[in-house]
């Protein structure tokens, strides 16, 4: 095996460095190292999107990158978004419309919303449901989901006021 | 593109007013859920953790000749290795009725993917390189690749000696046979009526039908952790019913039950495949082997090749008379039980009995036969059975409908049962008006004023499937601090469908108090109260009437203990918000308990229990708690060039009695429309002379946000009549029966066409087209 390599990032606002096998992929480091377990961990081949993350502002499946590709990178999780006690607007969402159920894809529903929020400002449907089409959510059937991405772009408009 | 969701009240559930129940109540896992902060076993790390992997056959059927480890056993890193020589002491072979599948293979392996053998190590790979290292020798033998190939007169037995196995009491009419056939382990029967009603009918109708085979796909695999600690078990487990679990467990482990403690942690999914022994059996035998905890985790394509939903041959002969009055009808199902019984056998039960559908009958015979093939063993999935039997009977239905010259929505009105009439003699009434239930769907679809417009039709379909499972025990606790702070404990599983919410909800509605004053204790089953399972959609009208119980056995006890301070009648006083009322005057509890306990405080603890009684008049030995009945209705557009279905609106509709939660009862309805829509039009396990083309997460297609239909309606119908708390009935599997029957009834209407297989794949349907 090849020899350990550092990188540098930013981590949910932290900066992290951490020394890695080359071969490491980006959803063990965070879920293995950094602690991350609200990164979810389900098909681990790039399909389903369980574990969604933000690299530079863009929705990635943390499976399916090297570790060592977001070296210099911002990689925001869902753990940034809010706390239990403070939840942030896209999760408020979600909360108030349901917009889950045994919650495996939520994490990374709630990073895709967050980008496509910062995308556009007032998505329509067609928007929202091509956007959410990159995840699989095997509980829900979605409509809810889409219901909750609407609100969120509501609460995020309040919010920037 | 539209959608919407509607409440729709009839009878005394609207009327009635609550403060806690019947409204759209955030979810109490909500935060956890929406944070990432929620817990699942798959998260859980425990300190010297090794991780597993397994070894898997490479051979449909084959004999085992030998098993050699050693070099495995020397690989750095490794810490355990287990074989079949390693099962001494054990009762090594697991299943509901029918112990036939090994820990890991004995003498044979039965389908590509049976386990061989298990290797426990620092990280997964190097397990993974370990299982490398592991020799097998196999002798191949013919494989049994689908039902016919099973029961081909010369076809290999799958197993020549009978596993250990039971049929259960069955009531009036039904029976079940152990091994009746070669290849076939498990057979029910059922029938009831004088069979001269046959020369009753004026046309008998006989037609098959083929239901295809969906994989569960729950996002959290299918993994254990376990810490064996001398004699101490201990698991942390992603399964639906961890009170079975612990007793299969301790009979096949030979130890006592108490040895085993089985935690529960929120479960990512499991619409059924996540029952009895999965991971969790290697997972203990590696930790006992290394003395260390172990982590067993699937992939998903080891998922795939651990459990699906059944694939089926229905053939069912329906007499009827000229004025379309249902006679008789007789039907035989054929399940393709895969390589080892798992739950098949209860699945055969209820895909027989569900045969006829919500109709009335003079005669009804059903059989149906579990058959074992070299696939992946098949078991318990959303429907569980009844998903299978209404494709099969809503789809002849409207057949006939059409045969006779009459619309298939008056067929239906005409046979309908009336509310409160039993399903079949010893059994209990139907809690909906089924009539009324098809109207609101068929309103909803614009069906009575359906255009006539080439290549474009809708079609209805009534799912029907006994709910709350058969004699199945609840038990609950509920016990209140001293500040008035609420816990609810019982084995009812938070795997999504929101149960740790709404039971909840009704312990709050009793005891007066606001839903966020009331937790759901996490699962231990050392100290939580027995279940059977998470299953049958029974959270509400089973464990439901065991918690209403345990709550107001605690109610009782704080009126009398206030009502003695205050020296009034417990009938005196009312509690609200942690206090007890008595006319005007507010006494505030804290107060009252410590005068009595002393400021270190107390603890009210109230049980509750509920089970349906035995009735040997019962088919299947107690009546059925509650009937799920699910409406759907299709409007669809066919493309003849390609046979292309697109559905323009879908309508599913449930009864669930009372909404006690109208957030979770829409989530749970939509969800399992969207699930039979997929198995409806696309989603399907292909096969390949037996061995599986699509088991992985790229290849097998499930519904994505982008299939949702033009115009997606869920109503939660509340019509009053639920035996579970405050009125309500069980959700979760109704909505999804009767989809892909609405679907292909749609396809009939638009083509004249119909597709008696599922999936409605494009081929299929283009096929139908060029030979109607």
Known sequence: ?161 | MSAGHAVVGTGTAQRERHAVVGTGARRSDAAPKVTGGARYTADVRLPGMLHAKVLRSPHAHARVVSVDARRARALDGVHAVLTRDDLGGLSPTYGYFIKDQPVVAIDRVRYVGDVVAAVAAVDERVALRALELIDVVYEPLPAVPDIDAALAADAPELFEDAPPGIVPPYGTGASGRLRPRRNVCYEFRYETGPEDAWAECDHVFEDTFVFSRMNHFHLEPFVTVADVRGEQIEIWTSTQNPFPLRRELARVLQVEENRIRVHVPYVGGGFGAKHNCKTEPIAILLSRLAGRPVRYCLTTEEGFLTLSQHSAVLTVRTGVRADGTFVARDSTVLLEAGAYSDGSPLVAEKAAYRMPGPYRWKRVESSCACVMTTTTPTGPFRGFGATQSTWASESQVDMIARRLGMDPYDLRMKNLKALGEPFVPGESGIDSDLAEGLEVVAGALGYHARPRTPNRGMGLAIGFKDGGGVNKPAQARVKVSTAGDVYVSCGTVEIGQGASTTLCQVAAEVLGVPLRRVVYAPINTDVTPFDQGTNASSGMTVMGQAVLRAAEAVRAQVLEFAAERLGCTAAELTLRDWAVRRGDEVTPLPGLITAVFGGTGFEFSGSGFFKAPNSREAPLDAPCVFWEIGWAGAEVEVDPDTGKVTVLQLVASGDVGKAVNTLVCRGQDEGAAVMGLGQALFEEMRFDDGVLLNGEALDYRVPMAEDLPERFVSITQEQGHGPGPFGAKGAGEGAMVPVAAAIANAVHDATGARISTLPLSPERVFDALQTR
């Open chain 1, 1 to 161: 095996m090849s020899d350990p390599i550092t990188i540098e990032f930013g981590l949910d606002g932290e900066r992290r460095r951490e020394r890695i096998a080359p071969n490491t992929v980006l959803l063990d480091l965070l879920r293995d190292r950094c602690g991350r377990l609200g990164v979810k961990a389900s098909c681990e081949r790039g399909v389903c999107g369980a574990c969604t993350t933000l690299i530079d502002g863009v929705p990635v499946a943390s499976c399916g990158v090297f570790a060592f590709s977001v070296d210099g990178s911002s990689v925001e999780t869902v753990e940034g978004r809010g706390r239990a006690d403070d939840l942030g607007p896209v999760q408020r969402a979600f909360a108030e419309c349901g917009g889950f159920q045994c919650g495996y894809c939520t994490p990374g529903m709630v990073m895709l919303t967050t980008a496509l929020l910062r995308e556009h400002v007032e998505p329509d449907d067609e928007l929202i449901r091509s956007w959410i089409s990159s995840n699989i959510c095997r509980c829900t059937g979605y409509q809810m989901i889409i219901d909750s991405v609407r609100r969120a772009a509501e609460l995020v408009r309040e919010e920037r006021g």
